[in-house]
């Protein structure tokens, strides 16, 4: 009886997606004008943002695992990553990463790890939760200074999205069992970083076959990136033209409505739930306070649209990474955010001139100011590369003061 059950949901499931795809043919066909621009706005905003943050990092990873750079940066890593995500160093990767350069990088360099043996599937899980994250650029330049023409909104939307993150692989790792002792006072982790080198270089392929293959499997994945870019931009020109996408935001406003939610941003919130943008730049446009515009943007930048978290899941399946831990997340980093930017945007007027200071002026420059796709290209790799060295030179830091700290008390700790 079971059996046929699962028989009959997977030839429902089947029909289903054979009727989407047909409709969706035919309204590509109905309405060419809008395929057209939403296949142009999603090859633009691959070829200008996603190419120069991610094909990089594409590229470098499948180079730095295969040399094994990844492995030895794990050992050098790993009194910090145990200790407060209780993952393997090697997932510090990953981390710096993903809060760099934005979806869906973070679970697709998971994807990588767990096949390369490097982390566990249960520790993917939870990387991946923690690791998608909206880049930089997005928030601070096409978000704050964009859309709402506010670097200081920009900078309270950004601080809250990070830490929200980081808390959750924090509260993760604090409540997954640690079942490996890791002795903080060992050996010297540059040794033991020097020793994994090594090991690793005696098993490595030909530098050539290397580079060959790290840019095959880096076009191949930016390539896919871009398809899901283009296919999500195409869909939501059509679903909106068809009016059924308006369908989606009633139903939506109407649960807001019981909710109790503030009528004046139920259709920024519904708009948000399907695709980032779009709820954004409707919230942009209503005359709302500093502190209602943070919380409901940190919200929607927490959440992700569910346009975004179909490509996180999308590279994730076949992996064995169950997609239940990330969605749960979503949900929890929204909340965060949004408690987070109440509080940051409530006192902002302690901390605001920090947002004009020159290290952050270049980080909230306006599209407008960057000339050409050229420009915003080498702009947008730019900035990419800056903030991973920042953010990784930072944990090496770190890492090696809790190192030095545990060998001066001298105490072997469980992580």
Request: with cysteine; charged share 10%.
């Amino acid at each position: 009886m079971l059996k046929r059950l699962n028989r009959n949901r997977e030839y429902f499931y089947s029909f289903l997606l054979a009727i989407s795809g047909c409709l969706l043919a035919i309204s590509m066909l109905i309405w060419p004008k809008e395929t057209y621009t939403g296949a142009s706005y999603g090859l633009e905003l691959w070829a200008t943002v996603l190419v120069p943050s991610l094909l990089p990092f594409f590229i470098i990873t499948e180079i730095l695992l295969s040399l094994g750079i990844v492995k030895t940066l794990g050992e050098l890593l790993e009194p910090l990553m145990r200790p407060v995500f209780n993952l393997p160093g090697t997932t510090s990767f990953v981390l710096a990463v993903g809060f760099t350069s934005g979806f869906p990088i973070g679970a697709i360099l998971t994807r990588r790890l767990c096949e390369e043996g490097l982390c566990s599937i249960h520790e993917g899980e939870r990387l991946v939760a923690f690791t998608n994250n909206s880049s930089p650029l997005f928030i601070l330049a096409a978000v704050g200074i964009g859309m709402f023409h506010d670097p200081t909104l920009g900078l309270v939307l950004a601080l809250s999205h990070y830490i929200s993150n980081l808390l959750i692989g924090i509260i993760l790792g604090l409540s997954s069992t640690r079942t490996k002792l890791y002795n903080i006072t060992r050996q010297n982790v540059f040794k033991n970083s020097l020793r994994v080198f090594l090991d690793e270089q005696r098993q490595r392929n030909p530098l050539g076959k290397i580079l060959g293959d790290s840019i095959r499997t880096g076009i191949n994945n930016i390539t896919l990136v871009g398809g899901f870019i283009v296919f999500f931009a195409v869909l939501t020109n059509i679903l909106s033209i068809s009016g059924i996408l308006n369908y989606m935001f009633g139903f939506f406003i109407f649960l807001l409505k019981i909710v109790g939610i503030d009528p004046a941003i139920n259709t920024s919130l519904s708009k948000g739930f399907w695709e980032i943008t779009l709820g954004l730049k409707d919230l942009s446009r209503l005359p709302l306070s500093f502190t209602v515009k943070a919380v409901t943007a940190s919200i929607i930048l927490g959440w992700s649209g569910l346009s975004i978290q179909t490509q996180v899941i999308s590279f994730l399946s076949g992996s064995g990474i169950r997609p239940r831990l990330y969605y749960s997340c979503r949900v929890l980093q929204a909340l965060l955010a949004g408690l987070i930017s109440l509080v940051l945007s409530l006192t902002s007027h302690l901390w605001s001139n920090l947002s004009v200071l020159p290290v952050f002026s270049s980080l909230v420059i306006s599209d407008s100011t960057v000339y050409g796709i050229k420009d915003r290209f080498f702009y947008n790799l730019s900035l990419t590369f800056h903030g991973f060295l920042l953010i990784f030179t930072v944990m090496i830091i770190i890492s090696l003061l809790i190192t030095q700290i545990g060998k001066i008390k001298n105490k072997p700790q469980l992580w």
